[in-house]
């Protein structure tokens, strides 16, 4: 279960993403894109793209993983995650995060 907690929090294991990917299943992409598309209101998101192993495990990530500016911050800081960092309570990069979605921050604490 650590390794499918992402950087920030969000548990990968309960992600459209991952699950389409691991169990290869075409429908759950597509139902993905859509609800991604209107969700983001980006028409860009394609079923193709609903692809990832996980923030943390070696593979393919989806477009936002792979340019995740709190991943890119964990990964430069040698962190595995933001629950290693000091600064985790007062962290612009990651807070606005954890105040949308407070079960991130609360899979970090668990696993600190």
Not at 43 to 61: F, H, L, P, Q, S
Not at 76 to 101: P, Q, R, Y
Request: include cysteine; charge should be negative.
């Amino acid at each position: 279960m650590k390794e499918l907690i992402a950087c920030c929090g969000l548990n990968c294991e309960e992600c459209d993403a991952r699950i389409a990917y691991v169990t290869n299943d075409d429908n759950l992409r597509e139902i993905t894109a859509e609800k991604w598309r209107k969700q983001y209101n980006s028409d860009e998101i394609t079923a193709d793209m609903i692809n990832c192993t996980g923030c943390r495990i070696e593979g393919v990530k989806i477009g936002h993983c792979a340019e995740c500016k709190i991943r890119i911050c964990v990964e430069e800081k040698g962190f595995a995650t933001c629950a290693d960092c000091t600064d985790i309570d007062s962290c612009e990069t990651v807070g606005w995060l954890h105040n949308v979605v407070p079960q991130a921050k609360m899979n970090l604490l668990t696993i600190k």
